[in-house]
């Protein structure tokens, strides 16, 4: 069965620091790969996503994420953190038809300035 | 073009009463899938809809279930209430199944079960 985990529940890091959030995944083929972001009372919007190619890519607002098949890893980073950064982001894991994905637990990042 | 919008966005209802949740996706979009979101449990999939059809179902008891109509606006009803529903019940929209196609979510209903 598929499943992620994201081993940060929390996270706080200093406006302009870069940051890297963690994201491990079990799923026996290739995964397909995503990072949302929610902030409060709000939906997930999506930041990127991996299907298959590149293991660099690039997402909305700065970020990018980096697919490590022999450490089935998917981490976010991004450079230099605004303080609209400030949200709950979550990994995502799913097959290649149908729309069902497996979640991670999510991580809060605060951004103090 | 209009995102994906869910109704009500609030909602507050008494244990063993049923409610049902709205969810109209984005012009075009066949595709519609719920996630119920709590604190304990995260995000998870409830279920998902193509051309009026259930293509996917997730580990939820039978008091959940969902309809998708011929316009592809999806309800989702959920009886007998229990206080462990209160959550924040989530849509989302693509063009069709796959995860080739991006899915866009909805801000979702809050519902609280007291």
Redesign the interface.
């Known amino acids: 069965a598929q499943s992620v985990t994201q081993p940060d529940i929390h996270i706080t890091v200093s406006e302009g620091a870069s940051l890297e959030l963690r994201c491990n995944y079990s799923y026996g083929a290739t995964p397909?790969l995503f990072w949302?972001v929610q902030s409060p009372?709000?939906?997930?919007?999506?930041l990127l996503?991996y299907?298959s190619g590149d293991t660099l890519v690039q997402g909305i607002k700065g970020f990018e994420a980096e697919f490590k098949r022999s450490q089935s890893s998917f981490n976010l980073r991004k450079p230099s953190v605004h303080w609209s950064d400030a949200a709950e982001y979550?990994c995502?894991v799913?097959?290649?038809?149908?729309?069902?994905?497996?979640?991670?637990?999510?991580t809060i990042l605060r951004v103090k300035s | 073009k209009a995102g994906v919008t869910q109704t009500p966005r609030y909602l507050i209802k008494t244990r063993g009463q049923q409610v049902t949740l709205s969810c109209s996706p984005i012009s075009g979009h066949r595709s519609v899938s719920w996630y119920q979101q709590t604190p304990g449990q995260g995000l998870q999939f409830l279920f998902e809809y193509f051309s009026e059809t259930q293509r996917n179902k997730g580990n939820f008891p039978g008091r959940f279930s969902g309809r998708q109509f011929s316009n592809s606006r999806s309800e989702m009803n959920v009886s007998t209430l229990e206080l462990g529903d209160s959550a924040l019940y989530l849509c989302a929209s693509s063009f069709s199944p796959g995860m080739n196609t991006e899915a866009f979510f909805g801000q979702g209903t809050r519902l609280t079960v007291v």
């Open positions: 397909y949302y009372g709000q939906g997930l919007q999506l996503k299907f979550f995502a799913g097959k290649e038809y149908g729309n069902k994905l497996v979640f991670g637990a999510g």
